[in-house]
């Protein structure tokens, strides 16, 4: 019975860590959380923007604190995509009535700064164990495979 349970649900867990099986609901849960602040009716158009970024940067936070799949890849570039949609409601809170050729430039600037420093907290959760004591409680150790 746990065979055909595996190869009929696997597709939705088997991608995660262990204790993270049930991330593939929370994915669901912030699809319908924007969904629903996006068609939501608001007094003003900011409130929107600004409701979708607050989500984004919580999505983004969490992700980067608990970097559920199984593979370093995945959780990078999890991170980058997430990282990107968080770029985009800013973009679109900030510059609502801006310059496109403004916004336009600062993207190309964010998407270097993003990769970069998404290759930055990839190289210091690989080098964690090498911190003092004392820090290493904060980044998360190593992925198991």
Known sequence: AAVRTEARFGVFYDHYRRRF???EVQVLARRLLLLAVYVARFAARTERSYGVLIICL???FG??????????MDNSLESLSLAMLTYAA??????????IVEAMHNTIIAVLCMVAAIALWD????YALLLPARLRHYVPLPLEH
């Not at 800013?90 to 310059?99: C, H, I, L, N, P």
């Open 21 to 23: 099986w049930w991330w």
């Open 90 to 99: 800013a973009t679109k809170a900030v510059y609502q009535d801006g310059s």
């Open 63 to 72: 992700h980067m604190l608990c970097q559920p799949f199984r593979h370093s």
């Open 58 to 60: 919580g999505i983004l």
């Open 123 to 126: 190289v210091v959760r690989r």
